[in-house]
């Protein structure tokens, strides 16, 4: 898909501050953030189990559950394991088709609505997305024009 003409207002909300996380997708974290500690001397991670109440899974209410790992590269890039428990997720789906790795570059930014919304007017529709009181995310269907997944952040507490 190639975008010839984009209304500027649209434009306005398509555009994105530096990269603030990557995402990976692992199958076991604790065994990832062994790794990543030894060779690369990155870390400390903090282990999380999500805590979203209202998860959407390719516009369906989500079923399943995942923990995730934050650690620092550097002063500012946040490095993110994700790792499926159960249940179907984009994050079940990248292990099938592409193994561990790569899955997403994170934005952390203020009216994610808007940009969805945006996004939408394009033709990208939000493959999963999550919210919780003070936080919301949301990861954008980019794979095919970018080569990646952009995800969306929101944090207002």
């Known amino acids: 898909m190639i975008m010839k003409q984009i209304d500027p207002h649209v434009q306005k909300l398509l555009a994105l501050p530096a990269p603030d996380q990557i995402g990976m997708v692992v199958r076991d974290l604790q065994k990832t953030i062994e790794t990543y500690t030894k060779l690369f001397h990155w870390g400390p991670f903090e282990i ?20 995730i790992a ?24 990248f292990l099938r088709t592409r193994g561990e790795g790569l899955h997403h570059f994170g934005f952390l930014m203020e009216g994610i609505d808007k940009r969805i919304a945006a996004m939408k007017q394009l033709g990208i529709e939000v493959l999963q997305s999550g919210k919780r009181p003070g936080r919301a995310f949301a990861y954008m269907d980019t794979e095919p024009l970018v080569g990646t997944i952009i995800e969306y952040r929101e944090r207002t507490d």
Not at 48 to 67: A, D, T, V, W
Not at 75 to 90: A, D, K, V
């Open 70 to 93: 934050y650690g620092k590269i550097g002063p500012s890039l946040q490095l993110e394991f994700i790792e499926n428990l159960e249940g179907e997720s984009i994050y079940t789906e």
């Open 48 to 67: 999380f189990e999500h805590k979203y109440s209202e998860l959407i899974y390719r516009g369906k209410p989500g079923n399943f559950r995942y923990r």
